[in-house]
């Protein structure tokens, strides 16, 4: 049987790509948001990620007309992705922020446990790591940065992401579950590529992301690796592509916009900062596009 799939937040920027990538690969997705949209073969509950009676209905809902035919109630999905948040600060105040995402991941996770769903993919985010949205300038501990990179966020959004890889960890201890959570560094359309030529014009603008990116599409491919990939418990994933976004060599732009960050191992010319390794061991993750081939195509770089 084709696995059903609730995916919270399917309407946002990363969402869209990744129910369109999931469906591709033969999934049945269910998106909950507070937004709709318009996707092929996705039908979409309008709902609230706080609201626990609400996210236990989404995970026990028919995903269209069609299921009345089978003659019975449905059970549980098979599976959730919940990569539904306010996705950033200053977007709301915020406690807000604080309340819907740390709230909002509890409900879904607790629902999720409690029905029998014992595989989650959940959104994290590279903003844990405390430079993102850090007031001034703040050092990254070391280069590459691995999943064991310290976690110490001032920002309210960082520090809910913080709280809900906890709480991801506490129920898959508890229940004996698999939830990954993916670390989603800088999510890239495949229409915004042409970002790329200030990106390489002013490396210094990159140095709060560490110079990394994901495309929405590889992003896609890593859920669908996770939803895959069994027996994990609860694991954090870098999710981000294999390259640094600048022209120059990784070591290069290490040493002008980072000269006193330890490196505990050279980094390739090409190589992100932001490693991905663990998600290529462990999921078997292989990008599926390149920037250099993106801004090509667009006549850029």
Known sequence: MTK???????????GRHVARHLVEHGY???????QPFDQPHVPVLIGDITDHGQVMNAM??????????????PGPVDAVVHLAAVPRILICPDNETFRVNVMGTYTVLETAMKLGVSKVVMA?????????????????SAFPITESHPTQPMDSYGLSKVVNEQTAQAFAKRFGADIYALRIGNVIEPNEYNQFERFL?????????AWSYIDARDLGEMV????????????????VNDHITCREPA????????????????????????SNAKAREMLGFRQLTDWREEVARLGLG
């Open 60 to 73: 026990t809902s028919h995903f269209g007309f069609g299921g009345l035919s089978r003659g019975a109630a």
């Open 251 to 274: 070591m290069d732009i290490l040493s002008r916009f980072a000269p006193t960050t330890p490196v505990t191992a050279p980094l390739s010319a090409r190589q992100a900062p932001i």
């Open 4 to 14: 059903r799939i609730l995916l919270t937040g399917g309407s946002g920027k990363a």
């Open 224 to 239: 669908r690796l996770g939803l895959e990939t069994d027996g994990l418990g609860y694991q954090v994933f870098n999710a």
């Open 28 to 34: 049945r997705v269910l998106n909950f948001d507070r």
């Open 124 to 140: 994290s985010s590279e903003t844990t790591l405390g430079v993102c949205f850090a007031e001034g300038d703040i050092d990254f």
């Open 201 to 209: 014009d002013h490396p210094e603008t990159r140095r709060r992301n």
